[in-house]
């Protein structure tokens, strides 16, 4: 089955900074991938998502990277500020999203992400 | 508002008595799953549904259930909860090749 690699688990910034966050995934079936945020004692909320026909999506100062070849993919913030502050998780579908849809999500354990003004 | 609502969002119970999380969505969609996370291990997938009547295991099963009567509701059984149940459950949902939705989570503490 999937397996989904996240680092670094914590990461510390500057506000201002940029911040990177990397994922892994094994199953070459995988064609879907979603970045979730999780604010302390909150759901997690979808903020930008990716799939295998596109290398790179950008909304604003979030932009997500895709190289299927190495099965990784990676989650760019730019000039952070405080309110980026929050756990971030990436996801992979085990095999495709269109099989049916994908029928599960294999998250990363997570990088809590701290942005020091 | 499109919103996927669990109950009750905290509970404290026992060993061995029986509990239902509910779950419901508003959003006519057919898949509806369950996660449970714990520190340092993510989210992990407990059970998924695809449409009515139609369930399936996720990752870590074992001590739970699910049904799958009416498309809005996906409610998770604990027949015989025990202390390593103790977690942060989310009912998530989505609709055919969309995102996911989550709800706003249930903490379970089991004594």
């Known amino acids: 089955g999937e397996n989904v690699e996240q680092h670094p688990s914590t990461l510390s910034v500057q506000e201002g900074d940029s911040a990177v966050i990397k994922c892994t995934y094994s199953?070459?079936?995988?064609?879907?991938f979603p970045w979730y945020k999780q604010e302390l004692g909150k759901r997690p909320q979808l903020i930008i998502d990716i799939r295998s026909n596109v290398g790179e999506k950008k909304d604003q100062r979030i932009a997500v990277t895709l190289n299927k070849t190495a099965k990784h993919f990676s989650l760019h913030i730019t000039e952070t500020q405080p309110e980026d502050s929050a756990v971030y998780f990436c996801?992979?579908?085990?095999?495709?999203?269109?099989?049916?849809?994908?029928?599960?999500?294999?998250f990363g354990a997570g990088t809590r992400l701290a942005v020091h003004p | 508002e499109a919103q996927v609502t669990q109950n009750p969002r905290y509970l404290i119970t026992v060993t061995g008595k029986k509990l239902t999380v509910t779950c419901s969505q508003n959003?006519?969609?057919?898949?509806m799953s369950w996660y449970r996370q714990d520190p340092g291990l993510g989210l992990r997938q407990i059970y998924y549904?695809?449409?009515?009547?139609?369930?399936d295991k996720g990752d870590v099963p074992e001590g739970y259930k699910v049904s799958r009567k009416e498309k809005r509701n996906f409610p998770l059984i604990l027949e015989s909860p025990s202390p390593n149940q103790t977690s942060l459950y989310f009912c998530?949902?989505?609709?055919?090749?969309?995102?996911?939705?989550f709800g706003d989570g249930t903490r379970l503490s089991i004594l």
């Open positions: 549904s695809m449409n009515v009547e139609v369930t």
């Open positions: 996801a992979a579908t085990e095999g495709s999203l269109f099989s049916g849809g994908y029928n599960k999500l294999i």
């Open positions: 998530a949902s989505r609709g055919y090749g969309g995102p996911q939705h």
């Open positions: 199953d070459s079936a995988s064609n879907y």
């Open positions: 959003m006519n969609h057919e898949y």
